[in-house]
């Protein structure tokens, strides 16, 4: 299973992966989810995957032959040029592979999310569907999940606010997010890695990669349980009606 997420801000992108693989809960690996492609000053991208690994595993590397060759990402005159990019590479791979896959029972699963900015044009976030079209984040929706999402969803929903909610802040809610998502699953797990994008840098300086029982990792943990718990406790009391004032349910004979 996998956790990946994309957070869009006024002040840049949180981009965060797990990097557990598996194929049942006595068989689990490791694999980087977190792909970036660079040219500093003029373009820089981070893709994350999900889905089947040998097909996400394709995709990128179509992806960095051509950007490697200066095309593809490599000339991209905007990031949803890069989604039609990414789009276009799940395409190749579906030519391939979708049929052999199809026929043995297995779906065609790859899904991809993709942040960051070309010179010139404001940063952005879009997730790419297997079929290869691109959905843009948007001011309103300001982040994109792939993966075992629905636990770490709530908190991200509460708390992100592409107007106000700073970028160090948006990691803070990334971590948290991971942190519901592995309480609950065991299938997504660490290393977590985050990058962080500031608007107009084109270059990754902000990078970090939590392994198991990393110490600021769990410090965080233990302090978001601890405030959760006091915060519910500071709430209002509930006033419950004497059950003896209740009225009777009439029995329809």
């Given at each position: 299973?996998?956790?990946?997420?994309?957070?869009?801000?006024?002040?840049?992108?949180?981009?965060?992966?797990?990097s557990?693989?598996?194929?049942?809960?006595?068989?689990?690996?490791?694999?980087?989810?977190?792909?970036t492609f660079l040219q500093p000053g003029e373009r820089?991208?981070?893709v994350l995957t999900s889905g089947?690994?040998?097909?996400?595993?394709?995709?990128?590397?179509?992806?960095?032959?051509?950007?490697?060759?200066?095309?593809?990402?490599?000339?991209?005159?905007s990031l949803y040029e890069?989604?039609?990019e990414v789009g276009e590479a799940v395409r190749q791979v579906a030519l391939i592979d979708r049929e052999a896959l199809e026929r043995d029972k297995y779906n065609f699963n790859v899904h991809l999310l993709l942040g960051g900015q070309v010179r010139g044009e404001a940063p952005s976030l879009y997730l790419i569907y297997p079929q290869g079209n691109p959905?843009?984040?948007?001011?309103?929706?300001?982040?994109?999940?792939?993966?075992?999402?629905?636990?770490?969803?709530?908190?991200?929903?509460?708390?992100?606010?592409?107007?106000?909610?700073?970028?160090?802040?948006?990691?803070?809610?990334?971590?948290?997010?991971?942190?519901?998502?592995?309480?609950?699953?065991?299938?997504?797990g660490p290393?977590?890695?985050?990058?962080?994008?500031?608007?107009?840098?084109l270059d990754f300086d902000c990078y970090r990669r939590f392994l198991a029982g990393d110490h600021e990792?769990?410090?965080?943990?233990?302090?978001?349980?601890?405030?959760?718990?006091r915060a519910v406790e500071d709430l209002p009391d509930i006033h419950f009606t004497d059950p003896s004032r209740q009225p009777q349910q009439q029995i329809l004979v």
């Open positions: 299973m996998t956790y990946c997420l994309g957070i869009m801000t006024h002040e840049g992108l949180v981009m965060a992966s797990d557990r693989t598996n194929a049942g809960f006595d068989d689990l690996n490791v694999a980087r989810k977190m792909h820089a991208f981070v089947s690994l040998s097909l996400s595993q394709s995709v990128i590397n179509l992806l960095r032959s051509s950007f490697d060759a200066g095309e593809g990402l490599g000339q991209a005159g890069a989604a039609r959905l843009n984040a948007t001011f309103d929706s300001p982040f994109l999940q792939l993966g075992e999402y629905k636990y770490g969803r709530p908190i991200l929903d509460r708390g992100v606010v592409y107007g106000s909610t700073s970028l160090n802040a948006a990691a803070k809610y990334a971590l948290l997010s991971f942190d519901a998502t592995m309480r609950s699953n065991v299938t997504v290393p977590v890695e985050l990058m962080l994008y500031r608007n107009d840098t990792l769990e410090l965080i943990h233990a302090r978001w349980e601890q405030s959760l718990r």
